[in-house]
RNA sequence: GCCGAGGUGGCGAAAUUGGCAGACGCACUAGACUUAGGAUCUAGCGUCGAAAGACGUGCGAGUUCGAGUCUCGCCCUCGGCACCA
């Protein structure tokens, strides 16, 4: 062991002899408890990033917790290797998608190394590697069996700018969530997964998961899915002779012929003697059955209402109602009332029927279409009133001001008056069942996933298309089907395979005719959909993974990644576990048990208002002017403007990047690590400061400091020699049958067992609650005790000797998780062999509770609520003596002579107050 | 607009869940050592005040011996959704 503290050198030494001694490779082992630990595997863009440093610091930490707590841990990383960076470098400059993938992953995986990540190697994935990409291939194939994979042509959502479709999750907001542009609608044939058969299980499951994963993941995963229970409602068409077996694209409809009709949807058949118009979309197949009749300016009124609908959502425009009437007119099953039907450019046709009845009354978006277009508003849903108010009649009638949405009593409906809203839901909904004209049903806003991608860098669709035969799977025995080394990229929106014949010229697997292959590629989520269960076991050529490795070690205990994926990737991964559920490769619903999301990293820069042009702050770039207190006063360039600074999501056109091996080379690993977990608290944003990071190396130093000044003493006594652990037991017995010592020394000994031990609980707790910043700064303090016991190791007594030892010994332990190359050299200096922690059986220090308890507390005493006085107790002292030991004291007695003591309140070991009147 | 999370020193944040507000770190101030310091060590660091003390967790009320924490009403910030019938 150096006196100085180098980084570079135990982190290299340390990250060979792991990968040496393959410390961190896991197998099945029924003996011990598993721990499966995982993060989100990384796009391999060729650069890590910092988001990517704090997701994998925090995993690491979870990772050694677990392993120091006795578990069998298993601790995977791999590739999400497809994808569009890939496919563009190839069409910007020429590259092969393939090399440059690898070229990138290798890079990485050097990062991630030098980061000292603890990883099983072996286990590495990457999904652009045939021999995973078959079983997505497989998968498929299991899917398409069981009716869940289908083909369709539809309008699909599609991003200009990256000339590629988006699942609905990926077009959230009207944004592609790759480039952030706005996403436009086209016709489009694609394959799906259907998502929409699981849409009950992903909800009904999730109470499972609720105590492990965020509430706002598991929210915003309920508002996707969008359950929402009411019934269907058939509104016959007056005066047509039109004859419709459904409403036009509704398949739930009763068979039989009858006279033409309107389908809607409606969570409130309570309200439908409301009803003042139906309002349908401007695609629905209503109006495109009755175009010929409509007079010009109608049909332009539709005309520019669908073009308003296919373009970018633009949400200033939005909001605004708009509409026509068609001239046909509805007649309202319940009340026989006939109304107009309209389009109205609020109702979308992949929502619900695409036709809703309008009840101004007691719906928002009614109410305001029908005050622009002058159309009636009438009350049919009362608020329940008190009993003495029930007579007043005037309620009844009196006009609305606004839609009264909430639920209540029906009134001006017929036999229906009296009722309440849910009463007369379930009724009513039955009422409709029974006469034919409505049932009750159920509508998700989830859609079936589009997994379809004109791309080459993707797993190949096994699907062939067949002149006789029709649409063909492609026989397992012939997966996987390969991509070809290149084809011709232009970014044009055609997949490049369909240009490369060499691929996608066949013979039907069914006739041995020439056929042709499906040239669309799938969206990588279905990669990162299945992509942790293939860690398990990621040289089966058979089968995706082994059924019992997967018994074994899933589900996962612990998964860590950015909230960004909230919806997107982790309604697909549940999705695709109950698949496999269903298949029988696992005996589970739900794949994560606990989910944690990281805040974002960002960086803060300084710019020139004027000129916009951005300063990235640390490095002497800028000069900081401050008061005397540290509160910046201004930032001025180097050329003297003004500056005003921002905090933005790092990145590279902003200029605020860091770059994590220049983090790596100047502090360490070990130190950049501790940082990213010690400054802010994990799910919050952590603002990159480079100061910060030199605080941690500052407390790596002292630690280090501290451990070469004892280093000669602490390997004293002989029986201390077989380890950390057996280190502290010696301590222990030495100290724990001793009596209590009193006199100098020993005092400031028992004193700093007391806060090892008290560190060693909070520690133990934070990581467990899965807290990073608190436990560090916990270390921090033991760290300062040992300081502070101010004894130089020839003056310490041997109980000093040894409690100085155990707290080193605990605080080396526990520093693991964060530093772990640190805690390795430390702790190899401390046992006095290189073998490493694991290896010499370290294990996370155990906690004595009767060690971590004082001798004496200070105990507040309040009088009036206000802090007076403290006194000094035995712990547990009871609550006479402190009422005793608090009235007696001299400062309390200033504020509590003379005057009557009304009562006093004592909570042990934590506060005496007094109350005193007069 | 709706839903969710949150507002604590100059900054990032703690606070055993109703019990000494500001631990720990950054920044800052003073001093020591030093040829030097962007190293290290010592001390200080919520506001006002010379001190005693008073005030202090977005604002206003309330419950309580006691409120950052609980209740009610406002204000603000950040995220998500955005006509979902």
Redesign the pocket.
Known sequence: MDEKYFAKKIESKWQKKWAADGTFEAEVDDAKPKFYQLEMLPYPSGNLHMGHVRNYSVGDAVAWYKRLKGFNVLHPIGWDSFGQPAEDAAIKRGVNPREWTEDNIRSMRGQLERLGLSYDWRRQMAAHRPEYYKFDQWFFLKMHEMGLAYKKKTQVNWCETDQATLSNEQA????CWRCGNPVTKKDLEQWFLKTTAYADRLLDDASEIEAGWP??VM??QR??I?R?T?AFVDFTIAESDVHTTDSGDNDDSPSGRKPEFVR?????IDTIYGVNAI?V?AEHPLVMRHISLMPEDVLAKIQQIRAEQMNP?D?E??????GIDTGLRAINPFSGDDVPVWV????????????????PGH????F?FARKFGLPIERVIQPRIDAEQRGSEGEENSALESAFTEYGVLVNSGEWNGKTSDDAKREMTEFAANHGFGEAAT???LRDWGISRQRFWGSPIPIIYCDTCGTVPEKYENLPVELPDTAPFTGTGESPLAKVPEFYETKCPNCNEPARRETDTMDTFVDSSWYYFRYLDPNNTEVPFDTEKAAYWTPVDQYIGG??H??MHLIYTRFWTKVMKDLGLVDFDEPVKRLLTQ?MVVGETFFDDSTGKRIYYP??NVT?E???????VSVRSNDGKELKNAIERMSKSKGNGVDPDEMIDIYGADAARL?VL????V?????W?E??I??????L??VW?FVWKWQNVSSVPPAVAGGVVAAMDVVRSETRDAPPATAGGTERARTLRMKTHQTIKRVDD?LGAL?F??P??????L??AI??I?VEPADASPDEIAAVREAVSALVLMLTPFAPHTAEELYANIVGNDNGILANGGRFPEYIEELSKASE????V?V?????S?IFAAPDADEDALQTMALADE?VREYTDGKEI??V?V?PN??V???VKG
């Open positions: 959230s907001g009207g944004i509430a706002s929210k915003r508002d996707w969008g929402s009411g809607v949807f409606t969570t409130r309002v979309a959502t949400h425009t939005e909001a605004i109602k708009d109205g450019n609020y109702v979308m046709m992949n929502y619900g029927t695409g036709a809703v009845m309008s009840v719906d928002e978006r009614d305001e509508t998700y806003r909230d960004d909230a919806v805040g490095p002497s900081v401050r008061d005397p207190k540290g509160k910046v940082f010690f400054a802010a608290p799910d919050n944003e952590l603002v400061h100061a910060g030199e605080g941690a190396v500052r407390f130093q002292r400091r934070n807290q910043n608190t560090v700064a916990a270390l921090m303090e760290s300062n300081y502070d101010k507390i200070e105990i507040p309040q009036n609520g206000k802090l007076r403290r400062k009304v009562k309140v909570v934590r506060l107050s007094v109350v």
